[in-house]
């Protein structure tokens, strides 16, 4: 009897998920079968994993990090269900799916939860789905090529700037006015302004402007 | 007494011209001006010696002529020359006449010195005739015209002159004071009559001294005086006098034996009846008095009668009474008491009759030593005259003080004038500044609102162009915002739903079941979706593109939209879509909103109005026209006042150079006009994609 693996998988698109259900489900494996679980949105992923922690806990669970349109209120993602897991269920094993690629998030995500893998959607498909699985199963992690771009920028960076930096980088580069930033960094703004002067001197771009910066920051896969 | 010469020359001359005139008949008339002037000066030439009746007749003729003589200064001169001949003439009337009229002419043309001359004129005449007051008024005010005129020499004589009146009065400190003056004057100056004064002066103080019975001073002064008139080599006749005064102080010294000396070296002089018979008589007098009092009374009475007679034939009836004095105290002395008591009353009567008040006083102190029986009536006629005398000696003295105090005033009054004068010309000094002073500030204060007006202009012009500038910014911000949404509604609704059905159908690929065509019909359905969504984001992308919205449009209808807000004024904005406006000139942009701002608030503040119609419009000749309608109370546009609101927009409109109109109806509503020339100028828009580039 072969054994079984169970995967829960959390995607405000029904569909998307789904998909994944029957591509895994129709997969053939060697050592066992697979049973995927859907959740759609937060709070019914949330439920399920709770559940789990009571009863049995899922082997993998891949989280879609967006689970709330982005103009609604609540903006919990992924990343929450994400910590969630780790903390009622630290033995099953988390993918994020997400359809960021840009190598702030990931690497944010990465250090905020450690996931076992995390898959770009744009890169999902069948393969790369077992793939997934059995590396999560065996040897984690599973990076997909972007996610893998994304890690090895990061260890190949001399520059060390933390988290603030980091965050103020990446809200530049999704337009964000640095007095709509204090939302997302909690910093003043001053300090946000000579934090980028800062960065500005330490990319190289002192003079130029914000677009520069972005530029090179993305270059050196900050973002 | 001193004489004119200044024009004795030139007459003489034109005598010399008129003689050969007079003599024939039938020489051309000259003007008959110049005819007159040669008469009266030939008139006034004539000596007095040759012919005194046609002397005289030629002085009348000449004073009338002067009289209706038009030229001032020649009347002033002829006059002037007239008072002094007549003053030498003893003719009182006719010399009145002449110095009142030399007076008055003097002061028209403004001649001190001719003033002087009057003046002085008249004081000799009063002290002839023993009005002392008048001539030492007249002496005063020469005096203190001389002494304006700086003539020292003649101000000292005045001097003299006053303090000799002054003694006749009895006002013997002040007159002392005077001649001292005069002397110090005299002293100080170089004239060649020097010492003739000087020997007058002390003269003078000699007597004075006398009278104050500082006897020894008075021989003092009196020896000066001598010596004076050793230097000057003096007339006998000067000497005779000296001598006759230094004997009168012995004798009043009661030094008997000296004076009488005295007064026989005088009596020595040769030929002093002749030559002074005044003094002979006094000299006579006095020599018989001394030597009466020195108890040799040989030939007294003689002496006495010839001194008596003398005196009455010359009329001098001062000394005569007090030669009828001495007489009667001679008898007196001899016991002849009938003939002591007849001469004290010819005395008394002489005294009175002289004025001599004094003299009046002693005769009747003899009389009531000769007169014993009626010596109560004497005494008390004696009290009576005393203290009368005494009144009007003090009423004199007041009177004398005043005029000393009046010509004291006129100086003082001259030199207050002359401050007066000052502290006017101070004050105009002072005006002047303050009056330049208030131009400057009042230019300046005017330069500093031009400057303000122009500060406040150009601040406001700052506040548009931010507000311009925000209002770009506003709306890049606002297509970036609608982009992001674009962005995000294709990524949430387009991308993750295809990423949905893709997966899905992936997982259906291989499965056949009735579920799974199910599934597979309704992942199509949402492809369908999917597509709608698309095609709708894709209208309003091109929306998006294809509207052009004009920052600068935009911001002036949120002017209007925020008037509409807080107001009752609805707005009507007609503007051609096809033009570029924000293109136009940034001067252009910010003064033409300016200056519909302006006529906003105008329409809301003054015309209340209810509806405004802004139009825009740009003709082929590049004017843009900018009207500004409103349907509110209208206004007078003539008769008022530009007011600051007017004179922004004026000025502003210059400053495009442009023009602009305003009309209004009462009642109806008001329109305003702008004429801007724009000048499309590729240039700037090149210059600045090269800077992008």
């Known amino acids: 009897m072969k054994n079984a693996v169970k995967i829960l998988s959390v995607d405000d698109h029904r569909m998307t998920a789904m998909g994944y259900k029957y591509i895994l489900e129709d997969s053939v494996f060697d050592n066992f079968t697979v049973h995927v679980d859907v959740a759609t949105g937060y709070d019914e992923g949330q439920e399920r994993i709770e559940f789990s922690s009571r009863s049995v806990p899922y082997d993998i669970i891949l989280l879609d990090i967006q689970l709330f349109p982005p103009e609604a209120k609540d903006q919990r993602t992924g990343e929450d269900l994400g910590k969630l897991a780790r903390q009622l269920v630290p033995e099953s094993s988390v993918v994020f799916m997400s359809s960021f690629s840009d190598s702030y998030r990931i690497n944010s995500i990465c250090q905020a939860v450690d996931p076992e893998g995390y898959m770009v959607k744009s890169e999902i498909d069948e393969l790369s789905l077992i793939e997934m699985v059995k590396t999560v199963l065996i040897a984690p992690p599973y990076y997909t090529h972007l996610a893998l771009v994304a890690a090895r920028k990061n260890i190949s960076q001399t520059y060390k700037i933390d988290e603030h930096d980091r965050a103020i980088l990446y809200e530049l580069s999704i337009g964000t006015k640095t007095k709509d930033m204090r939302a997302k960094v909690p910093v003043s703004m001053a300090t946000i302004d000579n934090r980028k002067r800062a960065l500005k001197l330490l990319f190289g771009v002192k003079d130029k402007n914000d677009l520069a910066l972005i530029e090179e920051a993305r270059n050196r896969g900050f973002i | 007494m001193w004489v004119k010469t200044k024009f004795s020359v030139t007459s003489s001359f034109l005598i010399a011209i008129l003689f050969l005139s007079c003599g024939k008949e039938s020489t051309p008339t000259p003007p008959q001006k110049a005819v007159f002037t040669d008469s009266i000066s030939y008139w006034l030439s004539s000596k007095k010696g040759s012919d005194k009746a046609v002397y005289i007749k030629n002085l009348q003729k000449a004073l009338s002529a002067v009289e209706i003589e038009p030229n001032d200064s020649l009347k002033a001169r002829y006059a002037s020359q007239l008072s002094l001949k007549y003053l030498n003439l003893n003719d009182s009337l006719a010399f009145r006449k002449a110095n009142k009229m030399a007076l008055l002419w003097a002061k028209k043309i403004k001649d001190s010195e001719k003033m002087a001359e009057a003046h002085w004129d008249a004081a000799y005449f009063f002290e002839k005739r023993n009005v002392i007051d008048s001539s030492y008024y007249c002496y005063a005010k020469a005096h203190e015209l001389y002494k304006s005129l700086g003539n020292d020499y003649n101000s000292a004589r005045m001097l003299y002159g006053m303090s000799a009146v002054l003694s006749t009065i009895k006002d013997y400190t002040t007159a002392e004071t005077y001649a001292i003056q005069a002397v110090e004057i005299f002293n100080s100056l170089e004239h060649e009559k020097k010492f003739n004064r000087l020997k007058s002066c002390y003269n003078q103080l000699g007597i004075i001294a006398n009278n104050l019975k500082d006897y020894n001073k008075a021989l003092e002064y009196h020896k000066k005086a001598l010596e004076y008139l050793e230097i000057?080599?003096?007339?006998?006749?000067?000497?005779?006098?000296?001598?006759?005064?230094?004997?009168?102080?012995y004798l009043a010294q009661g030094n008997y034996g000296l004076a009488l000396e005295k007064f026989l070296t005088t009596l020595k002089t040769d030929s002093l009846y002749q030559k002074n018979t005044g003094l002979y008589a006094k000299a006579l007098s006095n020599c018989g008095y001394s030597q009466f009092k020195t108890g040799d009374t040989t030939n007294i009475r003689y002496k006495f009668n010839r001194a008596i007679a003398i005196t009455d034939s010359i009329g001098d009836l001062e000394s005569l009474s007090r030669s009828y004095y001495t007489m009667s105290e001679f008898l007196l002395f001899k016991k002849d008491t009938l003939g002591a008591r007849s001469y004290a009353e010819k005395a008394k009567k002489t005294a009175q009759q002289s004025g001599n008040s004094l003299r009046t006083l002693e005769t009747l102190e003899l009389l009531t030593k000769i007169d014993s029986d009626n010596g109560p009536t004497y005494f008390s006629e004696y009290v009576q005259l005393n203290d009368s005398l005494q009144i009007a000696e003090r009423r004199s003295r007041n009177k004398f003080e005043r005029i000393r105090f009046e010509t004291n005033e006129t100086i003082a009054e001259n030199v207050l004038l002359s401050k007066q004068n000052q502290i006017w010309a101070a004050i105009a000094g002072v005006l002047l500044l303050l009056g330049i002073a208030a131009y400057v500030i009042i230019d300046q204060r005017r330069k500093n609102e031009k400057l303000r007006f122009e500060e406040e202009q150009q601040k406001t012009n700052k506040q548009i162009f931010d507000l311009l500038l925000s209002e770009k910014s506003k709306i890049e911000e606002g297509k970036k915002s609608a982009q992001k949404r674009i962005s995000e509604e294709l990524h949430d609704a387009v991308q993750s739903r295809l990423q949905g059905i893709r997966m899905l159908l992936l997982g259906l690929n291989k499965r056949n079941t009735p579920e799974a065509i199910e599934e597979r019909s309704e992942a199509i359905k949402e492809l369908k979706r999917v597509q709608e969504e698309v095609r709708a984001i894709s209208h309003e992308l091109s929306h998006a593109a294809y509207q052009r919205i004009y920052s600068f449009i935009s911001t002036v209808q949120e002017l209007l939209n925020l008037a509409k807000k807080n107001?009752?004024?609805?707005?009507?904005?007609?503007?051609?879509?096809?033009?570029?406006?924000?293109?136009?000139?940034?001067?252009?942009?910010?003064?033409?909103?300016?200056?519909?701002?302006?006529?906003?608030?105008?329409?809301?503040?003054?015309?209340?109005?209810?509806?405004?119609?802004?139009?825009?419009?740009?003709?082929?000749?590049?004017?843009?026209?900018?009207?500004?309608?409103?349907?509110?109370?209208?206004?007078?546009?003539?008769?008022r006042k530009k007011g600051i609101g007017m004179r922004n927009i004026n000025s502003r409109v210059k400053k495009l150079n442009g023009k602009w109109k305003i009309q209004s109806e009462i009642g109806i509503g008001t329109t305003v006009i702008l004429y801007i020339p724009i000048l499309k100028t590729q240039n700037t828009s090149e210059t600045i994609q090269m800077k992008i580039a």
Do not use: P
Not at chain 2, 238 to 247: E, F, K, M, Q
Not at chain 2, 599 to 610: F, H, L, P
């Open chain 2, 232 to 249: 000057m080599d003096g007339d006998e006749i000067d000497l005779a006098r000296s001598n006759n005064n230094i004997g009168a102080v």
């Open chain 2, 567 to 639: 107001t009752q004024l609805q707005s009507n904005f007609i503007f051609d879509e096809t033009f570029d406006w924000d293109d136009l000139d940034s001067d252009i942009k910010i003064n033409v909103y300016r200056i519909i701002q302006e006529s906003v608030q105008n329409c809301i503040k003054y015309a209340e109005a209810e509806l405004l119609v802004l139009t825009f419009d740009v003709n082929g000749e590049n004017i843009l026209h900018v009207t500004i309608e409103d349907n509110g109370k209208g206004f007078r546009v003539k008769g």
